[in-house]
């Protein structure tokens, strides 16, 4: 594995995973704890794995809380990551930053608690995957930054995705 970090957010790790390939396919390990212990994620106790698939143009997010770590990837299609620095304490408040992650480049996304993350389907159909360090406890233990709010200011190529009513009528900042 392979890891760099966010040059805008750099508690935010961007993580290649090994990938052997031969004529019968691909085998992938997405998960090695003793690999993030060089880089003082050892710690990281994962407890639910979650999978979300969605059509074209849907926009998932952006959800987040202050105690979660998140390590996201796509397992098909393309999408666009998108990370932002929640952190009201943070030199780096309300910065974000965009990673494509797709079933091609296979690259994973270590989400920090305190930084919102969403994404958008590129592609016709899309498949994401992310492991949670906490349980899931509903929406109402997160916090919502809707996906088109000012003072993010996410260049978001598309002008009308598909949203939840979650992230539709998520108040503006």
Not at 145 to 163: C, G, S, T
Request: charged share 25%; proline share 5%; net charge neutral.
């Amino acid at each position: 594995m392979k890891f760099e970090f966010s040059k805008i957010l750099p508690e935010v790790a961007i993580i290649q995973p090994s990938v052997f390939y031969d004529y019968r396919g691909e085998y992938i390990e997405t998960w090695n704890q003793e690999h993030y212990k060089a880089f003082n994620y050892g710690k990281i106790e994962f407890k639910q794995d979650d999978i979300s698939t969605s059509v074209k143009h849907t926009l998932r997010g952006l959800h987040g809380d202050f105690e979660t770590w998140k390590l996201v990837q796509c397992l098909y299609g393309s999408l666009l990551q998108v990370v932002v620095d929640m952190r009201p304490h943070s030199e780096n408040y309300l910065k974000h930053d965009m990673f494509p992650i797709n079933d091609k480049n296979r690259t994973q996304i270590l989400v920090p608690p305190g930084f919102a993350n969403g994404h958008l389907v590129m592609s016709d159909f899309g498949i994401f995957s992310y492991k949670q360090s906490t349980l899931y406890k509903g929406a109402g233990a997160q916090f919502t930054v809707r996906w088109n709010d000012p003072k993010v200011n996410i260049a978001w190529p598309i002008e009308n995705p598909i949203l939840s009513s979650r992230d539709k009528n998520a108040e503006l900042l």
